[in-house]
């Protein structure tokens, strides 16, 4: 079953706009990944919280995570039209396989 | 530098038969998943293999489904008498160690006419 479940489902901004996606999970994890997957192209990792950090940053990248919510959350800043794609969370819980989100279908508009 | 490869990159067969899927995994890396991706869904998981300890089968949704791992890099994933909900992407992904992060191929299209 799905571990985590990202919101919205779907998020259209246009490019200089910030685009926020979340991630609710439910069991106790290890660290939480975010991935990025382009149309017809595999996931590619673009960050990792681990479950005693609250806030990471990568370039345009913002990641949080509470973990008394069991959520996370994924910021990008300026977005552009190339950030266009699915974004998935990811939840690694103590002894078990990574366990991927539904997704969210980033589309940003020049 | 080399990434994960995955063959062929479209597969399309009729209903009955057997196919094939092939994964590289990057070198060194330990630990190689296969996953399976209807359109516009989320990941399922299939198989996962850590070094020499016996594969994860839990995601596999049949007996259908069987996968090998030889020498502890290539592996292949077997899908007999395919159906049409076999439909999907499949891809493979290979991390240096479990709970690392993941590097994925681009993944088999495989359609069932």
């Known amino acids: 079953s799905q571990q985590g479940e990202e919101d919205p489902q779907a998020l259209s901004i246009q490019e200089g706009e910030n685009a926020t996606m979340n991630c609710s999970y439910k069991?106790?994890?290890?660290?939480l990944q975010w991935y990025r997957q382009n149309s017809g192209r595999g996931l590619v990792h673009l960050i990792l919280?681990?479950?005693?950090?609250r806030e990471k940053h990568s370039g345009r990248l913002r990641v949080t995570l509470d973990t008394s919510k069991k959520s996370s959350s994924l910021l990008i800043t300026a977005s552009r039209a190339a950030d266009t794609a699915s974004y998935f969370c990811?939840?690694?819980?103590?002894?078990?396989?990574?366990?991927f989100g539904t997704g969210t279908r980033l589309l940003v508009s020049p | 530098g080399a990434g994960v490869s995955q063959s062929p990159s479209n597969k399309v067969t009729e209903k009955g038969k057997d196919v094939e899927l092939r994964c590289d995994p990057i070198?060194?890396?330990?630990?190689l998943y296969w996953y399976r991706q209807s359109l516009g869904q989320g990941l399922e998981f299939l198989i996962y293999?850590?070094?020499?300890?016996?594969?994860?089968k839990s995601g596999l949704p049949s007996d259908r489904f069987s996968a090998e791992r030889t020498g502890g890099s290539v592996s292949t994933l077997t899908i007999q008498r395919t159906q049409q909900e076999d439909s999907a992407v499949y891809l493979c992904?290979?991390?240096?160690?479990?709970?690392?992060?993941?590097?994925f191929g681009d993944g088999t299209r495989l359609s069932i006419l």
């Open positions: 992904a290979s991390s240096l160690v479990e709970s690392q992060p993941q590097h």
């Open positions: 069991t106790s994890i290890n660290n």
């Open positions: 919280i681990r479950s005693n950090e």
């Open positions: 990811a939840t690694d819980a103590r002894f078990q396989k990574l366990v």
């Open positions: 070198s060194g890396h330990t630990a």
């Open positions: 293999f850590q070094g020499n300890s016996a594969p994860d």
